[in-house]
């Protein structure tokens, strides 16, 4: 005969575990919603992302008791304006406005009766994603708070996903709030004549998000794609807010074309492939859709392409190519000096002479690196060497190249990518 008592337990553990995972879903879904609207109500971005917390601990306490409620989105803002005005009430604050506000809540029959429509974004989603990166704050804080408050990441994740400690992020979005209130940042888009410079601090930091997960800086994985995944994410709502704004589909398209090769990228031991090697047939054909639909996209708007637009097409010219030798070189170096004459910077010539070996020869790449490397301009990155080496390999300068090599594994921070340089050193 079982134990009711421990049957009990049982059920009521289950029911805590069933509880804590809808939060989590929940919030990583609509955290951006539940604190735009939070916002707009209060006033106060960081009293909103407060509130919504505080929201969240009556749903892990009540939950598992009560059950999921029927849209637990709602039910986690109307709980947190609840007690904003619970909180106003205290401190003798409550306004008309605030009046207005509890109105509403009183009125409405229930908590699951609050509309609430998941597919839907706003302009609240859109204020909220531009105040998450307002150039008051660092990027480090902008990245923190962009994936606590727009992406619903929680400190432990962030931390995790950029080898900090858990107290440094959560320092880093304290300090953010209150660099905000101090700046009495609006809860607003900003104008049309602030847009252009505001939007590129955003796809900075969402693309900066996707790279850390393409390659991450450090650690022992090479790749940490649940990040890329929620940069992409992120893009995706703000192209449906921002339809007509040609480098956010940009940004999508390459992020899409990119990601498209994520499965070929390791093997089953997690080690890196590199392009040359990766089995094709693993490649993402529905990302590759997506991206190229997206890159169409930015193309129809009929503005001509940006820095992200050209490299979102060298990322089609690779993913339509059947092998590495049937790729368009010859159009990626094109495309690559096109981008280095409205986005010049060295990685964009690095790159350049990579696409340059593989069109003419190792021999006409081999002086665009020298070059570089006189120019000091990528000192201490460790893909100056990389390159190096491979060119001189393939020119048969194989001592040559291994000592590159060696250079290039002292200088990786990927425990990954610096086990792999290490291999190219010893000439295996």
């Not at 009046?99 to 509403?104: G, K, L, N, S, T």
């Not at 996209?297 to 503005?303: I, K, Q, S």
């Not at 002086?367 to 190096?388: F, K, M, N, Q, V």
């Not at 020119?395 to 040559?400: I, S, W, Y």
Request: a neutral charge.
């Amino acid at each position: 005969m079982s134990d009711p008592s421990a049957d009990q337990a049982t059920r009521s553990a289950s029911d805590q575990t069933s509880a804590e995972r809808a939060v989590a879903a929940v919030w990583r879904i609509e955290s951006a919603k539940i604190v735009a609207t939070l916002t707009r109500m209060v006033g106060d971005f960081g009293l909103a992302e407060d509130l919504a917390q505080e929201a969240l601990i009556d749903a892990l306490r009540q939950w598992p008791v009560e059950g999921v409620p029927r849209n637990p989105a709602a039910w986690l803002t109307a709980v947190a304006k609840r007690k904003a005005i619970d909180g106003w009430r205290r401190r003798e604050r409550l306004d008309d406005r605030l009046a207005a506000i509890a109105h509403d809540l009183e009125r409405e029959q229930s908590i699951d009766a609050l509309p609430w429509d998941p597919d839907a974004v706003d302009d609240d989603v859109l204020r909220l994603i531009f105040i998450s990166c307002h150039p008051v704050l660092s990027r480090e804080a902008q990245v923190a708070l962009t994936l606590r408050v727009v992406g619903g990441l929680g400190s432990e994740e962030i931390a995790r996903a950029f080898l900090v400690p858990t107290a440094t992020v959560q320092q880093r979005i304290v300090r953010a709030k209150k660099t905000l209130a101090a700046a009495n940042v609006p809860f607003e888009v900003p104008s049309r004549e602030e847009q252009p410079e505001r939007l590129g601090a955003i796809l900075g930091v969402l693309y900066l998000i996707f790279n850390e997960g393409h390659t991450a800086s450090g650690g022992s994985d090479w790749m940490r794609p649940e990040l890329s995944e929620e940069a992409i994410r992120l893009t995706r709502v703000l192209a449906a807010l921002m339809p007509r704004e040609r480098d956010v589909h940009s940004v999508l398209s390459l992020m899409e074309l990119t990601a498209a090769r994520f499965a070929a990228r390791v093997d089953g031991q997690g080690n890196p492939v590199l392009l040359g090697d990766q089995d094709r047939r693993r490649w993402d054909r529905g990302r590759i859709s997506r991206g190229r639909a997206a890159l169409a996209r930015a193309d129809a708007l009929g503005r001509g392409r940006g820095a992200y637009g050209l490299q979102a097409a060298i990322a089609e010219c690779h993913a339509v190519a059947a092998s590495l030798e049937e790729t368009d070189w010859e159009r990626i170096v094109v495309l690559y000096e096109a981008l280095g004459r409205i986005a010049p910077s060295p990685v964009v010539e690095l790159n350049r002479a990579a696409a340059v070996a593989m069109a003419t020869g190792p021999a006409s790449a081999l002086r665009i690196i020298d070059r570089l490397a006189e120019s000091g301009a990528l000192r201490g990155y460790h893909l100056l060497p990389a390159t190096r080496g491979e060119l001189l390999l393939r020119l048969g300068r194989n001592d040559e190249a291994r000592s590159e090599f060696a250079v290039a594994a002292s200088l990786a921070g990927n425990d990954r990518e610096r086990a792999l340089l290490e291999a190219k050193a010893a000439g295996r």
